[in-house]
């Protein structure tokens, strides 16, 4: 619906000043898709560079994100980008209200030695989490 402005003279030459409202909408939609694809963009660039094995009967998982846990090559463990011990992980767990459908994802280079993945392991599941996953990529045909 046009605004009708009125202009300070009083003279009412039959042309009436017009604000359109649909292209200031149009612009306000353009904006918002933009600043949610580009925030949807920026949901990994926080990660610990990993080369992950390869696994061939891999399952995607398109679900609610889970939590994510990294272990390196050198068997440092991450959090959010923040360095964790395995104790750390059993902690903020329990601390975090998480739902009860909550996974957690781990996600192990292929060099990491499997005794820091399996601490890693028994700490989610210490605190509590019974939906543990390995992050993997798919094989390369």
């Not at 030459?13 to 612009?27: F, H, K, Q, S, T």
């Not at 360095?83 to 750390?88: A, D, G, I, K």
């Amino acid at each position: 619906m046009p605004v009708k402005l009125s202009s300070g003279s009083g003279s009412d030459d039959g042309e009436d000043a017009r604000i359109e409202i649909v292209p200031l909408i149009d612009i306000m939609f353009f904006l918002l898709a933009a600043f949610m694809l580009v925030s949807l963009s920026m949901t990994q660039l926080h990660r610990v560079p990993l080369r992950l094995p390869e696994a061939a009967t891999g399952v995607d998982d398109s679900k609610s994100p889970p939590v994510l846990i990294a272990v390196d090559a050198h068997g440092v463990i991450t959090w959010d980008s923040q360095v964790v011990t395995p104790s750390e992980i059993t902690t903020r767990l329990k601390r975090e209200k998480l739902p009860e459908q909550a996974r957690v994802l781990i996600a192990a280079d292929q060099e990491a030695r499997y005794k820091q993945v399996m601490s890693v392991l028994d700490a989610v599941r210490a605190a509590g989490v019974e939906k543990v996953g390995f992050e993997n990529k798919e094989v390369s045909r």
